[in-house]
Every structure is written in C-alpha cells, then in structure tokens.
C-alpha cells in the first residue's frame, strides 16, 4: 500500500535551517509528483512546492522562493524540502503529498506531517 | 495572485444535506480538489478533478463546480462527517487552497 513516512519533529531557532523528509513506498516514487504544503497553527493549508521526482524539477510558491529548496534521492524513493532563515512566523506542521499523475487529481495520498517549531 | 474563497463555518443536522463552497474568479474553468481534515490528522482528498471520488470515499460526498463557485455537497451527513474541508485548485503553476471551512454536525 502507498505510504508516506515524514521525519520526526524538529525545534531550531530563529535563523536556522530544517531539513525534513518524505519517504515513499508501495509504489513508483518516479512515477508522481510530490507536494509539499504547511499548516501554522489553527490555520489552513498553504503551498510551498512541488518536485517531479523524475527528473528533479521543482516548483515553489512566490512566498517560499529563495528560502526553500526541494530535492529528492531517488535511490531511496525519498524526498526532501529544506527551508532556511527560519522565523517564528514558519512554526507549523509541513506535510508531503503525492500529486496523482492525471491534471486535477490532487494529493491522494499524504504523509503524518512533521512539526517543525522555530523559537527565538 | 489568485485566491479561492470559503465560508468560515456550515452546521448541520445529522442527516441533512451539507453544501460547502469554494469561489474564485471564473473557478469553473479550473480543476478543484477537497480535502478533509479531523483534529491532529492529515488531510484526506475527497473529491478531485471537480466532482469525482476517490475509491473509499462514500458516495454521500459529490462535487460541482461551474461559474465562480465549486461545492461540496454532502448528502445525509453523520456525525463522522465533521471536520475542516479545504478547496484547492490550481493557478498556471502554483498550487491555492481555500480558507477552509469547519463544518459541525449539530
């Protein structure tokens, strides 16, 4: 069955960097995009990017651009989303999705989500 | 930027037909997804390419959207139905989700 399992939770300090993770199983990881999203707290979801684990390519939201890197390792069907010059305001919970292959199809299947809290 | 707007909050009785709207400009031209989400849960897609289901969702959960509006529609809803439900569309490249809306099964 697909499964996507994201690194546990991660406390850094106001400038710092984090570095969380996204592994996949159960299916092709070259095969689907991947999202990556966050959610402050008691807020809705928000956009940071997307990698086409394929070949590498990424996009980012305007809001996270030049603050946020997504990489892949496709060696071990795992993704990545770094985001540096942290500050309070990026305390959250970030998920992983997977994008389904066709236009429209949305994220189908999700990761637990990894809280990431950014103290001063 | 482009924005998607949802109502704050929908009640409803056990049983009845629960209606949740997403507007964006000309929204009806675009792809939309839903997603619920329970407390301290990930979100769960109920809806995608507009109005079509995945497997394992029930078939009270349907989907439309045309004009500016999409809507979820959820007929004879249960109490298991309360939650935050997120609309998501797309916009040239960037991903945009709703505000979200809290739905409460009185």
């Known amino acids: 069955q697909v499964q996507l399992v994201q690194s546990g939770a991660e406390v850094r300090k106001t400038g710092d960097s984090v570095k969380v993770s996204c592994k996949a199983s159960?299916?092709?990881?070259?095969?689907?995009?991947m999202f990556w999203m966050r959610q402050a707290p008691g807020q809705s979801l928000e956009w940071v990017g997307w990698?086409?684990?394929?070949?590498?390519?990424?996009r980012y939201s305007r809001k996270f651009q030049g603050r946020v890197t997504i990489t892949r390792d496709t060696s071990a069907s795992t993704a990545y989303m770094e985001l540096s010059s942290l500050r309070s305001k990026d305390t959250g919970v970030y998920f992983c999705a997977r994008d389904g292959i066709e236009p429209g199809n949305g994220g189908d299947f999700w990761g637990q989500g990894t809280l990431v809290t950014v103290s001063s | 930027s482009y924005e998607v707007t949802q109502t704050p909050s929908v009640s409803v009785s056990p049983g009845q037909t629960a209606s949740i709207t997403c507007s964006g400009d000309?929204?009806?031209?675009?792809?939309v997804c839903w997603y619920q989400q329970k407390p301290g849960q990930s979100p769960v897609l109920v809806i995608y390419?507009?109005?079509r289901r995945p497997s394992g969702i029930p078939e009270r959960f349907s989907g439309a959207n045309s004009g500016n509006t999409a809507t979820l529609t959820i007929s004879g809803t249960q109490a298991v139905d309360e939650a935050d439900y997120y609309c998501q569309t797309w916009d040239s490249v960037s991903v945009v989700f709703g505000g979200g809306t809290k739905l409460t099964v009185l």
């Open positions: 159960g299916y092709t990881f070259t095969a689907f995009a």
């Open positions: 990698i086409n684990p394929d070949n590498g390519n990424t």
């Open positions: 000309n929204l009806g031209n675009k792809y």
């Open positions: 390419q507009s109005n």
